[in-house]
Nanobody, 117 residues
Framework: VQLVESGGGLVQPGGSLRLSCAAS????????MKWYRQAPGKERTLVAG???????TYAGSLKGRFIVSRDNTKNTVYLQMNNLEPADTAVYYC????????????WGQGTQVTVSS
């Protein structure tokens, strides 16, 4: 099983990035997919998730700036991040869970996002 994130990097405040998470080794379409992030010295927190029916959820403060989507034909989940702020700086992790929102079975290795001028 692998979850491989990509698309992170350095961006200026107000900019955009699109993260991708390519999955392999399990039946992607049957898993809830989530994005988490962890800033230095802070806990890992949920950013967004999308279930097998395409229904998504967001951390309250991020809705409207971040958009989660999935392409089951490519076994990939995406996180479009717009109007980025320095507070969005963190390592972003992809996670997969079978069956329900609360379960996590697999984690990716993370991708760094740095928002700075």
């Amino acid at each position: 099983v692998q979850l491989v994130e990509s698309g992170g990097g350095l961006v200026q405040p107000g900019g955009s990035l699109r993260l991708s998470c390519a999955a392999s080794g399990f039946t992607f379409s049957r898993f809830v997919m989530k994005w988490y992030r962890q800033a230095p010295g802070k806990e890992r927190t949920l950013v967004a998730g999308i279930n097998t029916d395409g229904i998504n959820t967001y951390a309250g403060s991020l809705k409207g700036r971040f958009i989660v989507s999935r392409d089951n034909t490519k076994n990939t989940v995406y996180l479009q991040m717009n109007n980025l702020e320095p507070a969005d700086t963190a390592v972003y992790y992809c996670a997969a869970g079978a069956g329900n929102w609360g379960r996590i079975d697999y984690w990716g290795q993370g991708t760094q996002v740095t928002v700075s001028s």
